[in-house]
Structures are given as structure tokens and as C-alpha cells.
């Protein structure tokens, strides 16, 4: 029965103390450090909304109850609210995959969205101690964000130094244009313009292919158009870029035009690169040739360089749907690729010395 009783009016100054206490208590406990486990049900809601109090307030009960409660929502705001939660425990690899859903999934993002999206990649990366990597994801938050509370956060982040001279790096990789293997004119009526790139994806061709000779390699290129063009109703080659046993690069459909290699959605803002060969295990596969891996890399660097996107915008064909493409054996050189630009490490080096070279 006693909380049927009047409560006691407490003096005023004691009321003020007491909240200031509250408030310094919530301040002072660790990130991620479970508080008293009455604290910890779960929300009665998902986050429906996207605005700052729905995204970014600092979580009252522990941040931890808040993500399992959050894990199988796919909705943009949960998927928000869980990157704001990892970068509050400080694990800002798990905040960027939540951003890249939201940037990336399978619904396309609103500008509000992809602001919020696009900010707290940034912030993850400055986390990270990397903020040259999210220097695009901050323009572009800058450019969306309409909260106001948004707008002051992001320009709060530390500036960040420009990214390394592209067009140095650009030179140093020649790409064999689309004459050069005879490419057959594109049917404009049925392409759509790509827009700016933000991440890319690698494929193998699923053929058996270790023909180094420049005219077997164009050939091999032209199959894969009039197989595109004519069997799948595409209105040019679907990849971007393909790369030969040799390690030459040529240039497929241009990049102003979106291309038709990740199905539907995926395909937008993403440039295609086809590896030549069949890279699954077993009979009739066959592992990247050296010289084609070196080759992706470098390729992958400039154009990371160039549209400004990080590691976390590389992806294997695989990442997108039920397909073994590009195949185990280049699906380990994509994924130690990643590793090495995650840890900072770049074949700058070796793109300084190819430009130096003859
Ligand atoms: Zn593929």
C-alpha cells in the first residue's frame, strides 16, 4: 500500500541535487559496462524515426540489451541506431557494416538516411584512426544532413587532409581501351547512368582461361559482350573492367554508365571488375594467376583513391547473392586484400615505382 501514500515534498535545492547525482552517475558509468540487471529490459520499441534523439542519444540501460534487441531489424533506423550503439562500445568495425547496410541495402536509402548513415561511418573511421577514410562519407553527410543537432556533429569531426594526388596514381596504371578488343558499340537506350562510384565488386568470368596473348585475351573479352549483349539482354558488357592472365587491365563498359554484374540494386554506384578464369577448387578451376592478382590491387587502390571510398566498399560478387563468383581461391585474395588496406598498408610503393618505371 505505500505507494498510495503522498510522497513527502522534498525541498527543492535537495530535488536539484539529487538530479544533477543522476545525471553524473549515467555520465560517469564505462561504455559497455553492464549496469544493475534491473536496468536491463529491453526497449519496448524499435526506433521507427530517424532523427538525433532517435539515433544518436546515448543509451540509458545497457548498450548491449539495446543491440540484441535491435539484431534481426533490417529497417534503417535500427540498423542507425545499432552503428550509433557500436561506436558508443567502441567497436567501430561493427558500426561501419551496420552504415554500409543502410548505404548499400537492398532499399535504397533516403537523403536523411544516408546523412545519418554517412556520418557515423565517418566517425567510425575517425575511431578507427583512420578519418582519411571517411573523408568522402563526411562531404556527402554534409551535403544530406538537415538536423540541426546532425549538422553541428558533423562539423564538429576533425578536418581531414586530402586524400594522395589521384591523377599521379591514375597515370600509373595503363588500361587497354574497349578498341583495343574490338568492343561492340553499347545500345545506349539501355543503360543508365552510373552516377558516383562508392564501392566496387570483383567477379571471375566462370570460364577456364590461362592465355596470356593479347588477341586471345580480346577475344575472350568480346565472348563475354556478345554473351551479354546478345543472350542476357544487357546493353553493353556488364563489367567495368577486366582483368587477363597477364595482368593486363582493359576497360570495359565505361564507367559513366552503371553496369550489370551485382543484379538489380546492387549494381548501382558500383564499378564491376571480372577476373578471367574459373577460381572455384576442384576440376576445372584454377587459382588467380600472381600477376592478375597484383593487378586487381592495384586497380582496386587507384579506384578507391580516385571515387574516395574505403575497404569497407570492396566486395566479392558472393556478398550479394547465393553465387560462388568470384570463386574460393579469388575470394581469399579479395579478402587479404581488404585486410592489408584495413591495417593501413597500400601497394603505394609499388604504384610509385610503376609510375617511375619505363
Ligand atoms: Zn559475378
Not at 505505500?2 to 522534498?10: T, V
Not at 545500345?187 to 567477379?203: C, F, K, Q, S, Y
Not at 560478387?317 to 597500400?346: I, N, W, Y
Request: net charge positive.
Amino acid at each position: 500500500m505505500s505507494e498510495l501514500r503522498p510522497r513527502a515534498p522534498r525541498p527543492f535545492v535537495s530535488t536539484v541535487w539529487a538530479r544533477c547525482a543522476g545525471l553524473l552517475l549515467l555520465c560517469a558509468v564505462p561504455a559497455c559496462v553492464s549496469t544493475a540487471p534491473s536496468l536491463t529490459a529491453p526497449p519496448a520499441d524499435l526506433p521507427r524515426t530517424i532523427s538525433s534523439t532517435s539515433i544518436l542519444t546515448p543509451p540509458t540501460l545497457d548498450p548491449e540489451v539495446e543491440l540484441d534487441a535491435l539484431a534481426r531489424s533490417r529497417s534503417a533506423p535500427a540498423l542507425l541506431r545499432r552503428a550509433f550503439l557500436e561506436l558508443h562500445c567502441r567497436r567501430p568495425q561493427a558500426a561501419i557494416d551496420a552504415a554500409a547496410e543502410v548505404i548499400y541495402g537492398a532499399n535504397k536509402p533516403s537523403p536523411n538516411e544516408e546523412a545519418y548513415a554517412r556520418y557515423l561511418r565517418a566517425e567510425a573511421y575517425t575511431q578507427l584512426g583512420k578519418p582519411e577514410r571517411g573523408r568522402y562519407d563526411l562531404e556527402r553527410a554534409r551535403e544530406l544532413a538537415i538536423d540541426a543537432e546532425l549538422q553541428r556533429r558533423i562539423a564538429g569531426l576533425e578536418p581531414l587532409a586530402p586524400t594522395a594526388a589521384p591523377a599521379a596514381v591514375a597515370a600509373a596504371i595503363a588500361v587497354e581501351r574497349r578498341q583495343s578488343w574490338g568492343a561492340q558499340a553499347e545500345d545506349r537506350g539501355n543503360l543508365e547512368p552510373m552516377g558516383a562510384p562508392r564501392r566496387v565488386t570483383i567477379h571471375h568470368s566462370a570460364m577456364y582461361f590461362r592465355d596470356t596473348r593479347p588477341a586471345a585475351c580480346a577475344a575472350q573479352i568480346l565472348r563475354i559482350q556478345r554473351e551479354h549483349m546478345g543472350n542476357r539482354g544487357y546493353g553493353d558488357i556488364g563489367y567495368h573492367y577486366l582483368i587477363d592472365p597477364a595482368g593486363r587491365i582493359w576497360q570495359g563498359r565505361e564507367m559513366r554508365w552503371q553496369g550489370a554484374h551485382a543484379s538489380g540494386v546492387n549494381n548501382r554506384q558500383n564499378i564491376g571488375i571480372c577476373v578471367l578464369g574459373n577460381f572455384l577448387r576442384g576440376r576445372g578451376g584454377q587459382g588467380p594467376t600472381p600477376a592478375q592478382v597484383t593487378a586487381m590491387r592495384r586497380l582496386v587502390q587507384q579506384l578507391m583513391q580516385q571515387h574516395r571510398f574505403g575497404p569497407g566498399d570492396i566486395h566479392c560478387h558472393s556478398d550479394f547473392k547465393a553465387t560462388q563468383c568470384p570463386g574460393p581461391l579469388m575470394e581469399s585474395a579479395v579478402a587479404q586484400m581488404v585486410r592489408d588496406l584495413r591495417q593501413g598498408g597500400t601497394d603505394a610503393g609499388q604504384l610509385a615505382a610503376a609510375a617511375a618505371g619505363p
